[in-house]
């Protein structure tokens, strides 16, 4: 069974730039979630999307971030205009329902903005 | 307001003896608890999980115990092994509205001495 895939891997922007992530889930998986892992701390949670609907939005900077889940499979996340603390490596998981426990998460993408 | 965290940030150990990872809790209104594996460069791997109507639950080598009346979770990893080096984070499924979300803790660096 494929993982959830991610790219690109690695970013190096400059501040006030603009970049996007991609995320494809694990087939099946209805539920989609965006996390931001900063060096040295656990992940937090900027989205998540129960098919194509957001059902937890409430920790994404909305001024700067947007995501969307256009068919209910794959996933993209914008960050205009980044800043420095948006360094950090962005995590997509899927699980089969909002309820399972089990979330299996994609290898990220290391964000550095200077 | 909700938080996991963790009492030990790092953990050395020698192969072949027993880990045991900490966690603290406050939200006690979360049903399912929650340790994830997470190596370098990859994304957090599910190890195991807890309901918060049991006490104990055990796995292939890994044990989980819940202690509601201290809010504690803790992980044990019996004859750890220099693979089980890497970083472990307790998350909690707790209910915002009619959702399910998952949050993590800050982590714990588990290093296995050969």
């Known amino acids: 069974e494929a993982g959830v895939a991610q790219s690109p891997r690695y970013k190096i922007i400059e501040k006030r730039q603009s970049v996007a992530f991609w995320c494809n889930p694990i087939?099946?998986?209805?539920?989609l979630y965006w996390y931001q892992q900063i060096l040295g701390q656990g992940p937090k949670l900027l989205i998540q999307?129960?098919?194509?609907?957001?059902?937890?939005d409430s920790q994404l900077p909305k001024d700067r971030f947007s995501a969307e889940r256009l068919k209910g499979v794959d996933s993209t996340l914008k960050i205009q205009p980044a800043k420095l603390e948006d360094s950090a490596v962005y995590l997509c998981?899927?699980?089969?329902?909002?309820?399972?426990?089990?979330?299996?998460f994609g290898q990220g993408t290391r964000l550095t903005v200077v | 307001g909700e938080s996991v965290g963790l009492h030990l940030p790092t953990l050395s150990v020698q192969e072949g003896d027993n880990s045991i990872i900490n966690c603290a809790y406050s939200?006690?209104?979360?049903?399912?608890f929650i340790w994830y594996k997470q190596e370098s460069g990859k994304g957090p791997q599910f190890i195991i999980d807890?309901?918060?109507?049991?006490d104990k639950r055990q796995g292939q080598r890994v044990t989980v115990l819940l202690n509601k009346t201290v809010k504690h979770l803790s992980l044990q990893i019996a004859a750890t092994q220099p693979g089980d080096s890497a970083v472990y984070f307790c998350?909690?499924?707790?209910?915002?509205?009619?959702?399910?979300?998952?949050?993590f803790g800050k982590g714990t660096l588990l290093t296995v001495n050969p």
């Open positions: 999307f129960q098919n194509n609907g957001v059902v937890d």
């Open positions: 998350a909690e499924r707790g209910r915002g509205g009619s959702n399910y979300k998952l949050t």
């Open positions: 087939s099946g998986h209805a539920t």
């Open positions: 998981a899927s699980s089969l329902g909002e309820k399972n426990t089990e979330a299996f």
């Open positions: 807890i309901r918060s109507n049991m």
């Open positions: 939200n006690s209104a979360s049903d399912y």
